[in-house]
C-alpha cells in the first residue's frame, strides 16, 4: 500500500497535533511492514520528526511553503494534489483536518479532524470569525468529500457527525496513546523551581495552550478561594503555547490577589515538563471540551494525582483514575483542588489507577486502527 501523509501543518512548539502526527508516524513506521509511505512538509517541519530514527523507513517531500496560513491551506486543498497523484500515492492521509478531495478511481483519502471545538464553542477559542469562516469551510469540503473521517475519541465522533452532518459510519476513531519512555529526562527540581520562579510551595500543574474553553480562569478563582493559611504556599504552574487570552488570566490573578502564585510559563522544552511533572503535588486539567486529552493521558501515565472536569473525551480517556469536578463551578473546582492538596490517602489511589489506565492507551494501538482505516478507504476508493 501506498501512503501519503499530508503533514504539512507541522511546526516547532505546534502541541497536541505535532505530538499526534510525530508519535503516529513513529508508530507506523516501527510496526507496519511492506508500506510505501511519502510524507509531505513545510519547509518549516520540526528537525526532531525530520531526523527522527524511524524517518529512514519514510520519503519526506518538502512543499515549498510555510506550515500555517491561508496559502498553505489553500495548497492543501488543491496544490498537493499533484504531489500525491506524482508519487503515485493510493492513500492521502490528511492529518490536520485539511486536504485535497479524493480522486476516484486513483487516490483514497482519509481526514484526521481532531477536534470542532472552534465550531461548537466558538467565543471560547482564540479566532477571529474571518479565521473560523475559513477553517470551516476547508474543513468542511476535506471531510465531506473524504473516503473515510478519523476522530480521536468517540465523542469527538459524534461532534463531528453531528455539527458537520456526516454519516458516523464513515469515522473511523483511533485514540491516541502514550509513549512508555520519557522524550526527556526531567530538570531537576532546584534548577526547574528556580528558572521558572516556581518558589518551594506545593504545585499544581495544569498543561494545555491558554484557551478561554479549556477553563484555565477557573482554576485561578478556585486557586484564589483556597484557604490562605493551609494553602497560601500553592503556586498554579500553568506551561502551554500562549494566547492573547493570556493577558486575560494575568488580569484576573492580579484582582484576585494570587498573581505571585500563577506561573504562566509558556512553551516549555520537553525537559521540562517531565520535571514538572515530577514536583507537581496534583494534575488539574479543567477543560470543558477535548478532542482527547493527552496531558491528563500523560499525567495517568506517571502516576500523577490527577482532577479533571471529564467533560467529552476527557471522561473517555480517565475512567475512574481522576477525581472529577464541574469546571463551570467555582466550588466544585475548589473542593477538588482542597482535595488533591490534603487527601495523601486520595493521591495515593489515584498514583496507582493512573498508570493501570494509561496502559490500555498505546500508540501501536493508534497506528493499528489508522492502517485499518487506510485499507476501508482504499477499498471504497476505487470507485
Not at 10 to 28: C, D, H, K, P, S
Not at 79 to 98: C, D, E, F, I, M
Not at 134 to 156: K, P
Not at 317 to 324: E, K, M, P, Q
Amino acid at each position: 500500500m501506498r501512503i501519503g501523509i499530508n503533514a504539512l501543518h507541522l511546526t516547532e512548539g505546534g502541541g497536541g497535533a505535532v505530538r499526534y502526527a510525530g508519535e503516529l508516524l513513529r508508530a507506523i513506521c516501527e510496526n507496519a511492514h511492506g508500506l510505501d509511505i511519502t510524507v509531505f512538509v513545510s519547509r518549516e517541519a520540526p528537525e526532531d520528526i525530520v531526523n527522527a530514527v524511524w524517518a529512514s523507513a519514510v520519503r519526506f517531500v518538502t512543499v515549498p511553503v510555510p506550515a500555517q496560513g491561508r496559502s498553505t491551506a489553500l495548497v492543501q486543498v488543491g496544490g498537493l494534489l499533484p504531489y500525491a497523484l506524482r508519487h503515485r500515492v493510493q492513500v492521502l492521509h490528511s492529518l490536520a483536518g485539511v486536504g485535497p478531495p479524493r480522486v476516484p478511481g486513483a487516490m483514497a483519502s482519509v481526514v484526521t479532524l481532531l477536534d470542532v471545538i472552534w465550531l461548537l464553542l466558538p467565543d471560547q477559542v482564540s479566532m477571529t470569525a474571518a479565521q473560523r469562516a475559513t477553517w470551516i469551510r476547508f474543513s468542511r469540503l476535506a471531510t465531506g468529500t473524504a473516503t473515510r473521517v478519523i476522530a480521536i475519541s468517540e465523542a469527538g465522533a459524534r461532534d463531528i457527525s453531528k455539527a458537520y452532518d456526516i454519516p458516523r459510519a464513515k469515522i473511523d476513531v483511533t485514540p491516541l496513546g502514550v509513549r512508555t519512555v520519557a522524550l526527556a529526562e526531567p530538570t531537576p527540581e532546584p534548577e526547574l523551581r528556580a528558572r521558572l520562579g516556581l518558589g518551594d510551595g506545593r504545585i499544581l500543574l495544569s498543561i494545555g495552550q491558554q484557551q478561554p474553553y479549556k477553563a484555565q480562569d477557573q482554576l485561578i478563582r478556585a486557586l484564589a478561594a483556597l484557604d490562605e493559611e493551609e494553602h497560601g504556599d500553592v503556586v498554579l504552574a500553568l506551561p502551554g503555547p500562549p494566547t492573547a487570552y493570556g493577558a486575560e488570566l494575568e488580569r484576573l490573578a492580579a484582582e484576585l490577589g494570587v498573581a505571585d502564585r500563577v506561573a504562566l510559563l509558556g512553551f516549555v522544552a520537553d525537559e521540562d515538563v517531565e520535571g514538572l511533572f515530577v514536583v507537581a503535588t496534583g494534575v488539574v486539567q479543567p477543560s470543558r471540551m477535548e478532542g482527547f486529552g493527552l496531558p491528563a493521558l500523560e499525567a495517568l501515565h506517571r502516576g500523577r494525582p490527577l482532577a479533571t472536569s471529564g467533560h467529552s473525551a476527557l471522561g473517555e480517556v480517565v475512567g475512574d483514575a481522576a477525581l472529577r469536578f464541574d469546571p463551570d463551578d467555582v466550588g466544585s473546582v475548589t473542593g477538588a483542588l482542597r482535595r488533591l492538596l490534603d487527601d495523601e490517602a486520595l493521591r495515593d489511589d489515584l498514583a496507582v489507577r493512573g498508570p493501570l489506565r494509561a496502559a490500555t492507551f498505546t500508540w501501536e494501538a493508534t497506528a493499528a486502527a489508522t492502517l485499518e482505516s487506510y485499507r476501508r478507504a482504499l477499498h471504497r476508493g476505487r470507485s
